[in-house]
């Protein structure tokens, strides 16, 4: 079996620009990889994902079934990795991956207040991608620990990456979805062991390439087997 590395956090954390510096580094370093990016938005079988973030189902995210919505990301996930990447993670390689199985753990367990529906439902979803769908379990998850106040701040700088727009999705529009999903996150990363990238430190937002150094490390010494 191959490795799989998972980059994922809440919107604004800076989530694509740590997986494309990590991409080139590991190019320029002569480490075979492939990269894949959830959504998966040149697949048609993005489609479902697509009309969800865009509003057609409804503009407030809490207001769509947590189970529904996870639904749609998991069959996407489910038809790149078979396409894609199976035979190649098979035979051993690396992949790394701009969100996963992770982001619907984070986005839609925020949806959910009572600890125990939480925790079914966050078995459900395991259940469902491991399980059933016999996706890879990550081998590490990098999840960047962005507050939401300085998130909501990079996300209004950036174009987004759905419509490539300035249009906001339905869950980078909706801060209460934001906070929530953040706290989400932390327990979560608590909960399975992720690797927790703090973003802030001494109330300081890190520069892009001390936050690259810590993410290249680790997973150097995960590829060499530390």
């Not at 925790?119 to 990550?138: A, G, H, S, Y």
């Not at 996300?155 to 759905?162: L, P, Q, V």
């Not at 419509?163 to 989400?184: G, P, Q």
Request: some cysteine; overall charge negative; hydrophobic content about 35%.
């Amino acid at each position: 079996m191959g490795k799989l590395f998972v980059i994922d956090g809440t919107d604004g954390s800076g989530k694509q620009t740590q997986f494309e510096k990590l991409q080139n580094r590991l190019k320029e370093d002569g480490i075979e990889h492939k990269v894949v990016s959830f959504p998966n938005y040149e697949s048609p079988s993005s489609s479902l994902v697509k009309m969800y973030l865009s509003g057609e189902f409804g503009e407030d995210p809490k207001k769509i079934n947590a189970y529904i919505a996870s639904t749609f990301y998991a069959v996407d996930r489910y038809a790149t990795f078979k396409k894609d990447f199976e035979k190649y993670y098979n035979s051993g390689g690396i992949i790394l991956a701009d969100r996963y199985t992770t982001a619907n753990m984070v986005h839609q367990a925020g949806k959910i207040e009572n600890e125990k529906e939480r925790t079914k439902f966050l078995d459900w979803i395991k259940d469902l991608e491991f399980n059933l769908f016999e996706l890879p379990v990550p081998t590490e998850v990098f999840f960047l620990n962005m507050p939401p106040e300085k998130a909501i701040e990079l996300i209004e700088k950036r174009e987004n990456k759905f419509s490539h727009t300035n249009v906001k999705d339905i869950h980078e529009r909706n801060i209460e979805h934001l906070e929530d999903s953040y706290k989400a996150a932390c327990t979560l990363a608590n909960k399975y062991g992720w690797y927790e990238v703090k973003c802030i430190k001494n109330k300081i937002l890190r520069t892009i390439e001390d936050i690259h150094e810590e993410i290249y490390n680790e997973v150097i010494n995960k590829i060499k087997g530390n």
